[in-house]
């Protein structure tokens, strides 16, 4: 069911309407922010996002070659580009999903495009959750409440990202999934390879959310970049943690504010949150616009690709 063409492109409409529709929702409070911003704060804030997705594609990107799928930058784009509509969606499986199937137009078998984003996932999961850690000596506990526990979840996502236990897991999943077996286990290489991508993202992501609070009121000092880009990394592992929420909307932003609220006015740090999310939501349907654009050169519709070779 999922090959057929009317439900790829089902799912990719049903998608990008969920995607507008919440940047539609938010028109009037962003309008509103991007009056207090100069030109030069807001092409920052666009590039500082594009940047920041990128460094998540080339962390998935790694990970996938690492398992033995090389792709091409082209390539690369095509598939995770519109996989990533596949957030916007609740369930939180469906950019898995969706990589899995676009994937196999690529050459690139189903469980090993199904692996590499769920490996990638757990790589920002944790690394996020690390890089959370860093906002913790400027918040107290008790404003984060029921999401401190978060940060405190980071070791033993490391314990399970360590390749000789990440490989038994991932090889039982794929036999669970009768899918033969893992041909490509992780190296340390390449995890290594994705967690820096990983990091450098939370990195891009945090000085951007920096710059939206600084251009609304919030010293630009080291302690408080520290802050934006610790809070950040650990709104996102919380949003993600709760599947239920599309692209963990709503959860990052109850994260962020709690973060924040010690260093930023309660409405100027919803604005900021808020400006940061529709503007990645923008670059997400950027990539995907431009995924699908590259996956028209790269293969003629309803041709499945040739079985790959052992």
């Given amino acids: 069911m999922l090959r057929s063409p009317w439900v790829r492109w089902g799912f990719l409409v049903t998608a990008l309407a969920l995607a507008v529709w919440y940047v539609l929702g938010n028109r009037e409070p962003l309008l509103r922010a991007a009056a207090g911003l100069s030109g ?17 594609l080339l962390a998935w990107r790694a990970v996938l070659a690492d398992l033995g799928s090389p792709l091409s930058l082209r390539s690369a784009i095509a598939v995770f580009g519109i996989s990533q509509l596949g957030k916007y969606v609740p369930g939180g499986v469906w950019n898995v999903v969706a990589a899995a199937e676009f994937g196999a137009g690529h050459s690139v078998p189903r469980s090993r495009s199904a692996a590499s984003m769920l490996v990638a996932v757990a790589v920002s999961v944790a690394s996020g959750a690390a890089v959370g850690a860093v906002a913790l000596p400027f918040v107290s506990a008790g404003a984060l409440g029921a999401w401190s526990w978060v940060v405190w979840a980071a070791p033993a996502v490391v314990v399970v990202l360590a390749p000789p ?4 897991l991932i090889g039982l999943a ?10 490509h286990p992780m190296t340390w290489g390449g995890l290594g390879r994705a967690a820096a991508w990983s990091v450098a993202g939370w990195l891009v992501a945090g000085l951007q959310l920096w710059v939206l609070c600084t251009a ?9 970049f ?25 959860v990052r932003e109850v994260v962020l504010a709690a973060v924040l609220a010690g260093a930023l006015s309660g409405p100027a740090a919803g604005l900021a949150v808020l400006v940061s999310r529709v503007v990645l939501t923008l670059v997400d349907l950027a990539f995907a616009g431009a995924g699908l654009l590259l996956a028209r050169g790269v293969r003629r519709p309803g041709v ?7």
């Fill in 226 to 250: 520290a802050l934006a880009t610790g809070g950040w990394a650990l709104a996102w592992t919380a949003g993600f943690l709760f599947v239920v929420a599309p692209a963990g909307a709503g």
């Fill in 174 to 183: 794929v036999r669970v999934a009768r899918r033969g077996a893992l041909e």
């Fill in 40 to 56: 030069t704060e807001v092409v920052l804030v666009v590039v500082l996002g594009v940047g920041y997705v990128w460094c998540t």
């Fill in 304 to 310: 499945e690709p040739p079985p790959l070779r052992p």
């Fill in 216 to 224: 609304l009121g919030l010293p630009p000092t080291a302690r408080t």
């Fill in 165 to 168: 236990v990440l490989n038994r």
